[in-house]
């Protein structure tokens, strides 16, 4: 009698297998962008809006304005007094600044709200809202737009929590414990970040310049060539996100290894520029501590 030995179904491999195929169609599902990301977005970018304008819409929204409040009394903004109403928040830190934090919350509650791989959801959200904050100080030493590089680095690993959506999804589908994947879940995250990020920033019609920096994948560089017309804002989303898992945790990139980052020689970063920026570490974590 012939035996024939029987392979071993890998729950990863089919796991992989069902993200390939929903990202290759596009049928992955992705959230909706929240009303109240959109409007704020719609009216930030409207010339003939003023800042009560925005007042007005944040103070629509409860813990949107709880959360505004919290961050303007931050060491982030440094600033001296107390900031008790929502219309002094506005007057004193401008639209664009008020606008990214509206942005920071409507997107926590859409793309990181998952209640399975919490842990994971929240550290990414940590890195996420920490590279916002570090490619504003980047654009900022480099005179670039500071306003869209906030954008571009809060959204640059975005398809992390909507892979780890998905997987918690496909391990629901399929009867597959968690444990049997948590240990490889952010290998796996990892590999469809840049590809399901970039399916949902398409839908939710985010500048091109957002898109590029979305679909950018550092670690298939081959694959996934800069965009030549946003090269500088991609590689300064990217170093942000080194200055936010350095400053989120120090013990995955301790100073060294950042200071010797690439995309400091290729944006032609001078040492004291990146002395102004590291300055910022304190602040701008504790900025995220509060807004998260």
Not at 8 to 18: I, K, S
């Amino acid at each position: 009698m012939t035996s024939f030995a029987t392979k071993q179904f890998d729950p990863l491999d089919g796991l992989r297998d069902d993200l390939q195929g929903r990202i290759h169609e596009a049928t992955l599902e992705l959230p909706v962008i929240p009303a109240m990301a959109h409007e704020v977005l719609k009216l930030s970018a409207d010339p003939s809006q003023g800042v009560m304008d925005l007042a007005k819409l944040i103070q629509r929204d409860a813990t949107l304005c709880a959360h505004l409040l919290r961050a303007a009394n931050s060491p982030l903004y440094g600033i001296s007094r107390e900031i008790v109403s929502v219309r002094q928040a506005v007057s004193v830190l401008g639209t664009d600044t008020i606008s990214q934090i509206a942005m920071s919350v409507a997107l926590q509650s859409a793309v990181f709200g998952t209640p399975i791989f919490h842990d994971e959801l929240r550290q990414c959200w940590k890195y996420s809202l920490a590279a916002g904050f570090f490619a504003k100080e980047i654009a900022r030493a480099l005179r670039a737009n500071v306003e869209s590089s906030f954008l571009c680095g809060i959204m640059a690993n975005i398809g992390e929590p909507v892979v780890l959506t998905e997987i918690a999804r496909y391990c629901q589908r399929e009867g597959l414990p968690h444990d049997v994947i948590a240990p490889s879940v952010m290998e796996i995250v990892a590999e469809f970040n840049h590809k399901a990020g970039h399916l949902l920033a398409i839908q939710w019609r985010l500048p091109a310049v957002v898109q590029a920096t979305v679909a950018f994948d550092p670690s298939n560089v081959d694959l996934s060539v800069p965009s030549q017309e946003h090269v500088d804002t991609i590689l300064a989303s990217q170093l942000a996100v080194a200055f936010a898992v350095h400053t989120m945790t120090p013990d995955l990139l301790d100073e060294e290894t950042l200071r010797q980052h690439p995309q400091v020689a290729d944006l032609s970063i001078y040492p004291e520029v990146l002395e102004v920026i590291l300055a910022r570490r304190d602040a701008i974590g504790a900025g995220v501590n509060v807004l998260s």
